[in-house]
């Protein structure tokens, strides 16, 4: 559980089910979610998860929330050491939640609770909790020795009576059983464990189950799909989406962009990358495949290019193009969250891995505000499938590039995510055109493999001159992992092989073009993982007589893909051939706090890469 990281992907999960069921009510599925009571009130994300409770997205008609109060969380017992609040449930008071507080050496008033709290979630749709006010007869854990610590409360504990002994008497004194029906019942109870029987038997079995995974169990990544769109198709699809009511007054921005997205789907213009992501959902949503995106200005798009739900500047009246194609699409929700990465992504990670058909999407406002959820990553994303064999395609999007917005701003940790991966675990990747943001995305949904998509995606270039594509490049519907030199220079002259992935090709494209470099070759690494060896070693069929080879990115040396892909370029190298590094210095920050010195740095790793030394 990682203490309360797991709540909030359970409710998620359940979210998911309702969503699949149309419940809106609640009712056919419910989240019970188990507390400790020093970590209820000790970790962040109960309060996250407490916010999430009643919003749009997040909501999934209340949960039961069961604190098992045994006023032991580590190895301190003071209230003044574990909490600033009267009860270690006042943390639920932020929603109004009621609370129970029930002895639990009381097993009829818990049952009590339990149906008066369940009776309470179900008709008004919001979180109870229950206070388990108990005691652990071993302490921290079972290896523990709670005398060293809590020798007073432990003393008690020890001449305290169990729960079942203590009932046991009750029933007795009040003449409902007999000594030797306790007996019996406690043997036959034992006997049954020890023979490895069901002890509680269901009330009501399950008659329905989760969706159904075994379609996308036992695939390669190398297996075969189709996701090929017709450009007709994207033309009508393209309409549709730049398309809202007449007479609607949009923002006089917003009304440019869509006016230039009906430019993009006539052929007109190229596409940029907005309009390519956007038209990647509309393919997906035609297939009749849900799409859930959700995160910090999703609607929008932090930096302005997205724009899928158009706000009316008369009344404030809400017009989503996306949930508009067909009367028989998928449907398209997108959310803008409450300002939490821990809890959402994890309820998003919950999502995710009770609904295969559907893509569900979380997007950061910028991709290093990722850390606040490095927990999710690190105990489910990356390891879920190695530990439990639990799959998962969520994807996440992260603004990533270096803009001279300073530390804050610049990087999404790429290092963190690819230090990450092994066992091919997930996906990252770096996109560096529209056409193939549009094919990732159509891959991530259309490819019977369900795994965690990371992506770096741009900020400067989702506005690049150069970052464009075209109608025809989108309809081929494929993902190049790597791209190699489009340019047109003869592969024989070439002296140096620049590798690089994002945004700072374009910066090298440039360089090159203004200097007439003709013996340098850029070519694009696009999926970073799993590091795509076979296009790689078809690449550099053509660049055998290199020895001469860089790799270029913007984040400092101890930072990026350096350190954690430089052995994939080595294994691929010609003989005798070298790879240096053309980048930032290694720094104990992201980035400069300075554009003059972001602007120096840049043009510098720059020409580093494009500068060949001349030996003698």
């Not at 008066?116 to 079972?142: S, T």
Request: glycine letters at 6%.
């Amino acid at each position: 559980s990682h203490l309360e990281i797991v709540n909030p992907v359970v409710m998620g999960s359940v979210r998911a089910r309702l969503d699949r069921l149309g419940d809106t009510s609640g009712i056919k599925a419910l989240p019970i979610t188990i507390h400790g009571d020093s970590a209820v009130a000790g970790q962040g994300v109960v309060q996250e998860t407490f916010n999430l409770s009643q919003t749009n997205g997040f909501s999934c008609g209340g949960s039961i929330r069961i604190i098992v109060n045994n006023q032991v969380g580590f190895t301190t017992s003071k209230k003044a050491d574990v909490r600033s609040t009267d009860y270690c449930t006042d943390i639920a008071k932020m929603v109004q939640s009621p609370i129970f507080h029930v002895n639990s050496d009381d097993p009829e008033a818990v049952a009590f609770v339990t149906q008066l709290a369940l009776d309470f979630r179900n008709q008004f749709k919001r979180d109870v909790v229950i206070d388990l006010v108990c005691y652990r007869r071993h302490g921290h854990n079972e290896a523990d020795e709670p005398n060293a610590t809590q020798p007073v409360m432990y003393q008690k504990i020890k001449k305290h009576p169990v729960p079942r002994a203590i009932y046991a008497d009750q029933l007795i004194s009040e003449g409902s059983l007999s000594e030797d029906d306790v007996k019996a019942i406690a043997n036959d109870y034992r006997d049954g464990l020890d023979g490895g029987d069901c002890v509680v038997e269901e009330i009501q079995p399950e008659t329905s189950h989760s969706s159904d995974w075994a379609k996308f169990v036992g695939h390669e990544w190398s297996v075969d799909y189709d996701a090929s769109v017709s450009v007709q198709k994207l033309k009508e699809l393209g309409e549709k989406i730049a398309s809202y009511p007449e007479g609607y007054n949009a923002q006089s921005r917003v009304k440019k962009i869509y006016d230039d997205r009906k430019l993009m789907a006539a052929g007109e213009k190229a596409l940029d990358w907005g309009m390519a992501e956007t038209l990647a959902y509309a393919t997906i949503a035609t297939e009749g495949t849900d799409i859930r995106l959700t995160g910090q200005d999703t609607g929008r798009g932090t930096f302005f290019h997205r724009h899928s739900v158009i706000h009316s500047q008369d009344d404030g009246a809400t017009y989503t193009p996306l949930q508009n194609l067909s009367e028989d699409q998928g449907a398209f929700q997108v959310f803008d969250s409450v300002l939490s990465e821990e809890a959402v992504v994890a309820f998003e990670y919950g999502y995710a891995t009770a609904e295969p058909t559907s893509l569900v999407i979380w997007e950061a406002q910028f991709g290093d505000f990722a850390n606040g959820a490095q927990v999710v990553f690190d105990q489910f994303l990356s390891s879920g499938e190695q530990k439990w064999g639990r799959l998962c395609g969520l994807t996440i999007l992260l603004p990533h590039g270096y803009e001279g917005q300073g530390p804050e701003h610049s990087s999404a940790r790429l290092e963190r995510f690819l230090q990450l991966c092994a066992d091919h675990n997930m996906q990252v990747c770096v996109p560096s055109t529209p056409a193939q943001v549009y094919a990732m995305l159509r891959r991530q949904s259309v490819r019977p493999l369900r795994r965690p998509l990371i992506v770096m995606t741009p900020k400067s270039l989702l506005r690049h001159p150069l970052a464009t594509s075209s109608l025809e490049e989108l309809s081929e519907g494929v993902f190049y992992n790597m791209i190699d030199e489009i340019d047109d220079i003869a592969a024989d002259k070439v002296e140096r092989v620049v590798f690089c992935s994002g945004k700072v090709y374009y910066e090298l494209l440039q360089e090159r073009r203004k200097q007439e470099i003709d013996n340098i070759a850029i070519v694009r690494v696009e999926q970073l993982y799993p590091f795509p060896h076979d296009e790689m070693e078809a690449i550099m069929q053509n660049y055998q007589h290199v020895k001469d080879f860089v790799w270029c990115q913007e984040e400092p040396q101890n930072q990026g893909a350096w350190y954690c892909s430089q052995h994939h370029f080595v294994e691929a190298l010609p003989e005798a051939a070298k790879l240096k590094y053309a980048g930032r210095k290694a720094s104990a920050s992201p980035a400069c706090g300075y554009m003059s010195v972001h602007t120096k740095e840049q043009q510098a790793l720059v020409a580093d890469a494009l500068t060949i030394q001349k030996k003698g």
